[in-house]
RNA sequence: GGGCUCGUGGUCUAGUUGGUUAUGACGCGGCCUUUACAAGGCCGAGAUCGGUGGUUCGACUCCGCCCGAGCCCA
């Protein structure tokens, strides 16, 4: 085998690779229908916004990706891994406008488009390039954006055949809606935020009747009061229910309604219900068939319409009603109050309820569950997650947005009768606002047509790139294996998924869905710009390496839980890679040599063999759930510490000076096993693992295109002579260590004293290594050794003697344990007086710890799990 | 207010059918040039497993309550 180079240098490895790789076909999906869809593994992944930015938060989930795919790969499956762009979106429209300098309304809708098109293209550039920075293994064959007309005509045809199957309506109801984008807004697009607001209390006049006094934090929508609402058990207000009263200022008359709704230690116990100041104002407008009063324009002002205060924006004209009430004698009281609102999620921008005319796509609860429990929840408790927002919903899926940077709705409304005519699938991609259906109007005859100009959701867009990366439409639906995605987005992406795909094609659409958390600072908070502790993960690239990245992302916790990234994780997957690498170096010392002469085995080959062959199945039962900590950290103990610390040291005599028979078991052996450890490495560190794969004897090729290790397991007993040498090296080498000793001094002899039976095993590799002749022998030592100590077996004890065990540890530890140990070695039972009651027990259930008491001859004595090592130095 | 998750050495973390001396890493202190590696090796100090009650022969692990943190929802 060739040399590696001196000293382990990411920086220059992973460029090298990284090119290699970019030209190679290594992470080609073979897409030909003759493949065998039983060992397809496909991959759901993330469009991500195309920010430009591909933070920490990113690479925590397509780490995880990674992971699976290249794992998968190796097991010699047909893994796609796709990569696409959800590029749709107000937050791009809003970065062209600034950076152009132009409002979107200031050029035709085709080529604002454009110019969302371009900027979008360099930020996928920047996004693109770190991915491949942190060595992830996408088929960019596959890449796709939702921005195309190849995926955004998917995008319509979904809608149509949604609307084909009676999913999709179009109707006036209320929405939610963002002043600032001048849009509406689904349900999952809403959230609360906590802020400080001002409760008023003011008097209505009432008709015929006493005033009554109701709390509000919103007097700006007095014009669109149309009722006043109390609970029907408060009985300050038991004998007012159905009077009426008449608005300040705006002189409507209202009616006092009773609703259980209402909750009566909020301010006077009574409200006014307006259409609309939230959700509970919509219920009651409905079940109570109240009057429509709209009062806020599309923009965030009181109408045009609105007596006095029309064109105010929200915030003045809660201001000067507040002041025109209290003037007129209205306002009885004004408190601070924290209160919580409705946010557009992605300006922050509090909503307005408006009621208007848009397209909804039916939620159907039932349905969405029955596939969501299908799919396997990797951890289990995020479908709880789901079930709970699905359960929740109570409106309809808005998904029309009045901007212009997304799918168009393919549908025109007739000039004549205002029938609303959808798409047929031979008419997309369909640009409505460009061409007109070549149909009449079936309504009335009529063949003039108006192209709607809403737009779509992007969730339309995002929510079907599983049926995408499963070749939809033109392949038939099949659940892929995976998706990977944050809790954030479990109400949105993963929610508008389900839905989809059950209501497209009656189907989950993925096997199991894992979920990762987030990526806390160090100083364990979330990790955000504004509070300085946020870590760009192409930094610590450049400062560490990939590979390193990657497993301290690994490490950072089981997927599911917050992880808090630690440099030091970095740095000390970078001594271990360091480690890997000049135990690799040393490797290439040795293996050059051919081998002719047939391998003579040792126990020590056949130990460190067997070991790594459990170790590939115990990895790759992680790998199979996911749990990379583990599975990395399993690799990691097995490479340092038995690899390197006792295999390699146990072999070095042979390596160097043995038979030609030995060191060609040793050097099979730790090629074996070096293959294996490399392999098992290469999902989580793939630069490093390929680099040093390529420099085994025997291999060809890319370690990613490699199998993985599949090697035969010995039984215990031979695994267990192999420990016992292990054990009896490591003993002595700490001895020396301690005694100032050089590693390789030589001794006078060591004797091994097993107490568990396993005392045949190969002495050479030992010998060797302590640099001592070896002699196992039977018995007790021949020196002086006092029982010092009895350590009870509390899992053989506990069952045997139930509620007796106390008492049994109990006699035990009053007993002389000079006397237990002669007792187990004579008769091989112990015989107590437990609370006065006598009883037997296994030898076996006791372990005699003994100390070495003033010995003749200078003497050491080590305990060697097991095994009592006697060093004559 | 409801739901979920989580509290383990200075810091981060392992420990899902209850059973030896609670895992590892980083950091800290000490010792050591050993034919892969000082970017290393060896040794050491450092934890009443958030608190409290219960179940049990036995609880980091199971149950109740309390305290604290985070997330989701209202």
């Not at 990706?65 to 097991?75: I, K, N, P």
């Amino acid at each position: 085998m060739t040399e590696l180079a001196e000293s382990y240098d990411p920086t220059t490895l992973e460029a090298k690779w990284r090119e290699e790789w970019a030209d190679s076909e290594l992470y080609r999906y073979d897409d030909d229908e003759t493949t065998d869809t039983d060992t397809q593994y496909v991959i759901d992944t993330p469009p991500p916004y195309p920010t430009g930015d591909f933070h920490i938060g990113n690479a925590l989930g397509w780490c995880y990706m990674d992971f699976a795919a290249r794992y998968h790969r190796l097991q010699g499956e047909n893994v796609s891994f796709p990569q696409g762009w959800d590029c749709h979106g107000l937050p791009t429209e809003v970065k062209v406008e600034e950076n152009q300098g132009i409002r979107r309304t200031d050029v035709s809708r085709e080529e604002f488009r454009e110019l969302c098109i371009e900027h979008t293209e360099g930020q996928i550039d920047a996004m693109k390039e770190t991915m491949q920075r942190l060595g992830f293994s996408q088929d960019w064959e596959q890449e796709f954006q939702t921005m195309d007309p190849d995926y955004w005509a998917k995008t319509q045809r979904s809608f149509v055949e949604m609307a084909e199957k009676g999913y999709v309506h179009r109707d006036e109801h209320p929405v939610n809606w963002c002043p600032r984008c001048e849009t509406a807004i689904a349900d999952a697009e809403v959230e609360n935020v906590d802020s400080q607001g001002t409760l008023a209390t003011v008097r209505f006049s009432g008709i015929d009747n006493d005033d009554l006094e109701i709390a509000t934090t919103r007097p700006e929508l007095l014009a669109a009061c149309v009722g006043m609402a109390v609970d029907p058990d408060d009985e300050r207000y038991a004998d007012r229910i159905g009077d009426s009263f008449e608005v300040p200022l705006f002189g409507q008359e209202v009616e006092l309604i009773a609703d259980e709704a209402v909750d009566g230690e909020f301010g006077t116990g009574a409200v006014m219900i307006c259409t609309f100041g939230d959700k509970q104002d919509v219920d009651w407008w409905a079940e109570y068939d109240l009057d429509l009063r709209p009062v806020v324009t599309e923009d965030g002002r009181l109408d045009e319409s609105v007596a006095e205060f029309g064109g105010l924006d929200l915030d003045e004209a809660k201001a000067e009603i507040t002041t025109a009430l209290q003037k007129e004698g209205y306002l009885e009281d004004e408190e601070p109050i924290e209160q919580s609102v409705g946010a557009c999620w992605r300006c922050d921008t509090p909503i307005e309820i408006l009621s208007k005319e848009q397209w909804f796509v039916r939620v159907d609860q039932d349905e969405i569950l029955s596939k969501a429990k299908e799919i396997e929840w990797v951890p289990e408790h995020m479908y709880g997650r789901l079930e709970e927002w699905t359960e929740g919903m109570d409106w309809d899926w808005v998904i029309s947005r009045q901007r212009v940077f997304a799918t168009p709705i393919p549908a025109w409304s007739c000039d004549d009768c205002g029938h609303w005519h959808i798409a047929t699938l031979d008419d997309l991609p369909a640009k409505p606002t460009e061409d007109d259906p070549a149909t009449e109007c079936p309504e009335c005859g009529a063949s003039e047509w108006t192209g709607e100009t809403d737009v779509m959701d992007t969730w339309m867009d995002s929510s079907i790139s599983a049926l995408h990366a499963a070749g939809w439409p033109e392949e038939s639906f099949e659940p892929v294996q995976l998706r990977e995605q944050g809790h954030d987005i479990i109400r949105t992406w993963a929610f508008y998924t389900i839905l989809r795909t059950a209501a497209l094609e009656d189907e989950k659409p993925w096997e199991e869905a894992l979920i990762n958390g987030m990526v806390l600072g160090t100083d364990g908070n979330k990790m955000s710009k504004s509070k300085d502790n946020s870590v760009a993960p192409i930094d610590v690239v450049e400062e560490q390496s990939a590979d390193a990245f990657r497993q301290a992302i690994a490490l950072g916790g089981q997927p599911g839980s917050d992880i808090q990234f630690q440099h030091k994780e970095v740095t000390s997957a970078s001594r271990f890679l360091t480690k890997l690498w000049n135990i690799t170096r040393f490797a290439s010392d040795h293996l050059d040599a051919a081998d002719e002469a047939e391998p003579s085995y040792t126990d020590t080959d056949r130990w460190i063999h067997s070991k790594c062959a459990r170790i590939a199945d115990d990895v790759a039962a992680d790998m199979d759930e996911h749990r990379f900590d583990r599975a990395l950290r399993t690799v990691r103990e097995f490479v340092w510490h038995d690899l390197a610390d006792d295999y390699l040291e146990l072999v070095k005599g042979r390596l160097y000076e043995g038979t030609p028979e030995e060191q060609a078991a040793a050097r099979q052996t730790l090629s074996t096993v070096l293959s294996a450890s490399i392999r098992m490495l290469a999902p989580f560190s793939p630069f490093l693992a390929e680099e040093t794969y390529r420099h085994l004897p025997g291999t060809s090729g890319s370690v990613h295109a490699a199998g993985w290790p599949e090697l035969d397991a010995e039984d215990e007993s031979v695994e267990a002579r192999g420990e016992r040498i292990a054990a009896v090296a490591s003993a002595v080498r700490a001895w020396k260590s301690e005694a100032g000793m050089a590693l390789n001094a030589d001794l006078d002899r060591v004797e091994i004293y097993p107490d568990d039976g396993i005392d045949e095993f190969d002495t050479g590799d030992l010998r060797a290594t302590v640099n001592a002749p070896i002699e196992v022998a039977a018995g007790e030592p021949d020196i002086e050794m006092v029982p010092v100590e009895t350590d009870p077996d509390h899992s053989t004890i506990g069952p045997k003697f139930r509620d007796q065990a106390g008492a049994v540890v109990g006699a035990l530890e009053d007993a002389d344990p000079g006397d237990i140990a002669a007792q187990k070695r004579e008769q091989g039972e112990i015989e107590l007086d437990a609370n006065g009651e006598v009883v037997v027990l296994d030898g076996d259930a006791v372990d005699v710890r003994h100390e070495q008491r003033a010995a003749g001859e200078t003497v050491e004595v080590l305990d060697a799990d097991g095994a009592t090592v006697l060093v004559f130095p």
